[in-house]
T-cell receptor, first 119, second 116 residues
Framework: AQKVTQAQTEISVVEKEDVTLDCVYE???????LFWYKQPPSGELVFLIR??????QNEISGRYSWNFQKSTSSFNFTITASQVVDSAVYFCALSEALKSGAGSYQLTFGKGTKLSVIP | DSGVTQTPKHLITATGQRVTLRCSPR?????VYWYQQSLDQGLQFLIQYYNGEERAKGNILERFSAQQFPDLHSELNLSSLELGDSALYFCASSVGSGSRSSYEQYFGPGTRLTVT
C-alpha cells in the first residue's frame, strides 16, 4: 500500500534562513503523482505543486524549489530566504496511477511538517 | 481562493445527532473528494464522486454517507455522531479525468465539526 512519511514533525527557523522539508514515499506503482500542500493557520489547504513520477526534473518557483529523486523515493521541498508568512503546516501527498486509471486520484497524505519562521 | 465552497464553516452538535456538510466544486470540475482531518488520524480520504456517481471509497465509516447532485454539488452526511467524529472535513474538487490537470485537487476551506 502507498505511504508518505514526513519525518520532521516541527521545524523552527529564523527569518531569511533556508529550510528543507523532507518527504519519503512508498508505492508499488511505476506511475504516480506527488504533491505538496500548505495549510496556514487559517486552516485551508493550498495546492503548491504536482510532480509526475516520469518527470524527475527539479522545479523552482520563486523562493520555493522541489527536489524529486526517484532513486531514494524522496520529494523534498526547500524554501529559500524564509519569511514569517511561510509559517504553516506543509503536507506531502501521493496519488497512484493504479487508482487513477479507475478515475480516482485520491490522495494519501503524510502527517505534515509544522514550519515556524521566527522574525 | 480555490473556488471550492463549503458550508457551514463551523458546526457544533451533540452526540447521537446527524449533520450534513455541503460542498460546491470549482466551476467545470466533475470530481468531488471528501477528506477528514483529525489530530490522531491526520488527513484521510473518505469518498469520491465523479459526475454524480461514487467512484472510490476510503476510510469512511458506515455511519457516514455522501452523494453528488446533478448540479455537481456534494453533501456529506454524518449520523449517530460520536465525540471522535470531531474533525475538520474538507471537500476537494478536480476536473476528473482525461487531462493532466485532473490530478490536481483544489480544497475548500473546510467545515470544523465539534461533537459535544
Amino acid at each position: 500500500a502507498q505511504k508518505v512519511t514526513q519525518a520532521q514533525t516541527e521545524i523552527s527557523v529564523v527569518e531569511k534562513e533556508d529550510v528543507t522539508l523532507d518527504c519519503v514515499y512508498e508505492t508499488r506503482d511505476t506511475t504516480y503523482y506527488l504533491f505538496w500542500y500548505k495549510q496556514p493557520p487559517s486552516g485551508e489547504l493550498v495546492f503548491l505543486i504536482r510532480r509526475n513520477s516520469f518527470d524527475e526534473q527539479n522545479e523552482i518557483s520563486g523562493r520555493y524549489s522541489w527536489n524529486f529523486q526517484k532513486s531514494t523515493s524522496s520529494f523534498n521541498f526547500t524554501i529559500t530566504a524564509s519569511q514569517v508568512v511561510d509559517s504553516a503546516v506543509y503536507f506531502c501527498a501521493l496519488s497512484e496511477a493504479l487508482k487513477s486509471g479507475a478515475g480516482s486520484y485520491q490522495l494519501t497524505f503524510g502527517k505534515g511538517t509544522k514550519l515556524s519562521v521566527i522574525p | 481562493d480555490s473556488g471550492v465552497t463549503q458550508t457551514p464553516k463551523h458546526l457544533i452538535t451533540a452526540t447521537g445527532q446527524r449533520v450534513t456538510l455541503r460542498c460546491s466544486p470549482r466551476s467545470g470540475d466533475l470530481s468531488v473528494y471528501w477528506y477528514q482531518q483529525s489530530l490522531d488520524q491526520g488527513l484521510q480520504f473518505l469518498i469520491q464522486y465523479y459526475n454524480g456517481e461514487e467512484r472510490a471509497k476510503g476510510n469512511i465509516l458506515e455511519r457516514f454517507s455522501a452523494q453528488q447532485f446533478p448540479d455537481l454539488h456534494s453533501e456529506l452526511n454524518l449520523s449517530s455522531l460520536e465525540l471522535g467524529d470531531s474533525a475538520l472535513y474538507f471537500c476537494a474538487s478536480s476536473v476528473g479525468s482525461g487531462s493532466r490537470s485532473s490530478y490536481e485537487q483544489y480544497f475548500g476551506p473546510g467545515t470544523r465539526l465539534t461533537v459535544t
